[in-house]
T-cell receptor, first 116, second 115 residues
Framework: GAGVSQSPSNKVTEKGKDVELRCDPI?????LYWYRQSLGQGLEFLIYFQGNSAPDKSGLPSDRFSAERTGGSVSTLTIQRTQQEDSAVYLC??????????????FGNGTRLTVT | AQKITQTQPGMFVQEKEAVTLDCTYDTSDQSYGLFWYKQPSSGEMIFLIYQGSYDEQNATEGRYSLNFQKARKSANLVISASQLGDSAMYFC????????????FGSGTKLNVKP
């Protein structure tokens, strides 16, 4: 089936504007993750969903960041009042089951966010 | 918290030679899983190989193998017969029992394969 789909692929926004990033996971994947990757850097964990609930929001950098997931499927990451330091690639990943160690993350192609 | 360390920011390898990318991890969990991902310049993250903490054999997937040394807490990726298309960033990651639903990633190693 289709892989993890993220939209938009690129987003340029002005400082202070709000942005919404969308992730459509692989069908049947109950776990959904958001990561952030700054240029040339590793992956920074943001938030994890199991179904529609988010047991772990510990990685959200500030209260300007929020995320929701509806119907156990699509997730939206919202950044309010964007700042230049929010510029990064935002990666979404989904996983088939959380009960097995060997269940890998499947990543989308990311949304490249540029705040001017 | 778990920690993954990749000490090689960049590596060069001649085409057709083998290369080892280092990964060490720090965890007090007895049960955990280790993963390697490839990220080409196009940006997508591609899952390569998995090793479980209780697996007795080193994992292999085609030209990829994982040199798992549990006592040393290392999980090095070995790529045999390097190809130009292997040029990419490589990330080591783990998930542990205590924080099962969180994957921890290393900072990555950029591999360049020379013709």
């Amino acid at each position: 089936g289709a892989g993890v789909s993220q939209s938009p692929s690129n987003k340029v926004t002005e400082k202070g504007k709000d942005v919404e990033l969308r992730c459509d996971p692989i069908s049947g994947h109950t776990a959904l993750y958001w990561y952030r990757q700054s240029l040339g850097q590793g992956l920074e964990f943001l938030i994890y969903f199991q179904g529609n609930s988010a047991p772990d929001k510990s990685g959200l950098p500030s209260d300007r960041f929020s995320a929701e997931r509806t119907g156990g499927s699509v997730s939206t990451l919202t950044i309010q009042r964007t700042q230049q330091e929010d510029s990064a690639v935002y990666l979404c990943a989904s996983s088939l089951a959380t009960g097995f160690y060997n269940s890998p993350l499947h990543f989308g192609n990311g949304t490249r966010l540029t705040v001017t | 918290a778990q920690k993954i360390t990749q000490t090689q920011p960049g590596m060069f390898v001649q085409e057709k030679e083998a290369v080892t990318l280092d990964c060490t991890y720090d965890t007090s969990d007895q049960s955990y899983g280790l993963f390697w991902y490839k990220q080409p310049s196009s940006g997508e993250m591609i899952f390569l190989i998995y090793q479980g903490s209780y697996d007795e054999q080193n994992a292999t997937e085609g030209r990829y193998s994982l040199n798992f040394q549990k006592a040393r807490k290392s999980a090095n990726l070995v790529i045999s017969a390097s190809q130009l298309g292997d040029s990419a960033m490589y990330f080591c990651a783990m998930r542990g029992a205590r924080d099962f639903n969180k994957f921890y990633f290393g900072s990555g190693t950029k591999l360049n394969v020379k013709p």
